[in-house]
């Protein structure tokens, strides 16, 4: 798999690796879970075993990063640097 170059971008001196590990410790998953109609942190210790073994686990945080990446990070506004 190749690597996501968006994990590196920074804004404001937040980069998106660190904006991604917050949303993932918000209620954001529990709101992008009920807007979506997925679940990104099944319950059961099966589901997630089975969702790891088929790699539906990595798809589905690749659409909850996109999901950050486009309506989080990417609504940071750009500082000036005359600021």
Same mark, same amino acid.
């Given at each position: 798999?190749?690597? =996501?170059?968006? %994990? %590196? ?10 904006? %991604?590990?917050?949303?993932?410790? $918000?209620? %954001?998953?529990?709101?992008w879970e009920r807007l979506s109609g997925k679940k990104l942190l099944p319950a059961s210790p099966? =589901?997630? !075993? ?9 798809? !589905? ?18 500082? $000036?640097?005359?600021?």
């Open positions: 798999m190749a690597t =996501d170059t968006r %994990l %590196l971008e920074v804004r404001n001196g937040i980069p998106f690796i660190g904006c %991604l590990e917050t949303a993932l410790h $918000s209620d %954001l998953v529990k709101e099966l =589901d997630r !075993m089975i969702d790891s073994a088929t790699g539906y686990d990595m798809v !589905m945080m690749r659409e909850f990063a996109d999901f950050v990446y486009e309506y989080v990070f990417l609504a940071l506004p750009i500082e $000036s640097e005359n600021n």
